[in-house]
Nanobody
Framework: QVQLVESGGGLVQAGGSLRLSCAASGRIFSNFHMGWFRQAPGKEREFVTAINWSDGRTIYTDSVKGRFTISRDNAKNTVYLQMNSLKTEDTAVYYC???????????????????WGKGTLVTVSS
């Protein structure tokens, strides 16, 4: 069992930055690929980014490329999402996710993902 706890959400003006953290506990963190998803009001949960546990390779959805950066610290069992140049359309609840199969994260197969955090709200004001 893996427990994921997100933090770092809040209210920020457009153009600003936030850094989200996801602390993992339980089973061996380093065996899992990690990702971030988000869900805006009235919309489905969507894939944002993921990081490969073994080689650190990262994948981003097009709308956040060049603005968001995912990273992980296996020693601290923590994954981060640095969000810069935030836009109002980035407003959503952001969820941390873990899965043993990277494609499950990248393809947004939300029903098949092994573990989820409870989410942290990011609100970007204009």
């Amino acid at each position: 069992q893996v427990q994921l706890v997100e933090s770092g959400g809040g209210l920020v003006q457009a153009g600003g930055s936030l850094r989200l953290s996801c602390a993992a506990s339980g089973r061996i963190f380093s065996n899992f690929h990690m990702g971030w998803f988000r869900q805006a009001p009235g919309k489905e949960r969507e894939f944002v980014t993921a990081i490969n546990w073994s080689d650190g390779r990262t994948i981003y959805t097009d709308s956040v490329k060049g603005r968001f950066t995912i990273s992980r610290d296996n020693a601290k069992n923590t994954v981060y999402l640095q969000m810069n140049s935030l836009k109002t359309e980035d407003t959503a609840v952001y969820y941390c996710a873990a899965d043993r199969i990277l494609a499950t994260l990248v393809r947004g197969r939300t029903n098949n993902i092994d573990y989820w955090g409870k989410g942290t709200l990011v609100t970007v004001s204009s």
